[in-house]
């Protein structure tokens, strides 16, 4: 999952499993991780009170990864922890752990998203925002 060592968790959230999320073998389909993974992320950033500007300065994401480890079935709660990893000058990592409650609290997913800030405007690069950066290096 990267760097481990370099991650700090920065926020939790609960999402729930719902049966339209399920897929013909009988279980979540794997496009749904990348849902559950970006709930997460704009979960995150609204705890941060990061605003979604479309025509100012926003995050957007460059790279995104999920690997799976244990099928889902409806019903479930997924508790999701994210951590912040590599930041640099416009850009951080961030890295997910997916548990399922339905599972007794086993790992059944990990994730990574690279996040960009940039001005919409130019549609280029700029410093994340020092308020952002102190709440990832917590």
């Known amino acids: 999952m990267g760097q481990q060592d ?13 049966w339209g ?36 300065l926003a995050p957007v994401v460059v790279d995104i990864g999920c690997s799976f480890i244990r099928p889902v079935v409806y019903p479930d709660l ?23 409650q339905q599972q007794g609290g086993v ?5 990574h998203a690279k996040v960009v800030w940039i001005d919409h405007q130019t549609q280029k690069s700029v410093p994340v925002p020092d308020n952002v950066r102190s709440l990832l290096r917590l």
């Open 6 to 18: 370099d991650r700090q968790l920065i926020y939790r959230c609960d999402i729930p499993v719902r």
């Open 21 to 56: 999320d399920m897929d013909a073998y009988g279980h979540v389909n794997n496009a749904m991780y990348m849902r559950y993974l970006e709930e997460a992320r704009v979960q995150l950033l609204d705890s941060m009170n990061v605003g979604l500007d479309p025509n100012g």
């Open 107 to 111: 790992m059944v997913s990990t994730g």
């Open 78 to 100: 997924l508790s999701i922890q994210c951590y912040s990893g590599d930041l640099g000058r416009s850009s951080f990592m961030t890295y997910y752990e997916v548990f399922s």
